[in-house]
């Protein structure tokens, strides 16, 4: 079974993960004192952020279910649900 990931959502992992290293990094040198490792509360929560965000901008998922044509089948109206004239 293959799983379809559309390459926006892709990107938007990406990023998150991107800036949630970014923050991880950053906090080892912004505390006083001996070198730290880091914050990894901090850094998951941002990526966490991001991507909810981005998600919410782009819009995520959903299309996929759709067929080519772009819209739903429409089937024909049932002879009960045309009135007698």
């Known amino acids: ?23 991880y990094r950053h906090s080892k ?3 006083p004192g ?5 914050d990894p509360v901090a850094a998951i929560a941002t990526a966490l952020v991001v991507v909810s965000l981005l998600a919410f901008l782009f ?3 959903g299309d996929s279910a759709l067929p080519k044509g772009g819209s739903e089948p429409s089937a024909p109206p049932s002879s009960s649900a045309i009135a007698p004239g």
């Open 34 to 38: 001996p070198e730290t490792k880091g």
């Open 29 to 31: 040198t912004s505390q």
């Open 59 to 61: 819009g995520v998922g």
């Open 1 to 23: 079974m293959n799983l379809h990931i559309s390459p926006v959502n892709g990107l938007i992992f990406a990023v998150g993960c991107f800036v949630g290293y970014a923050v």
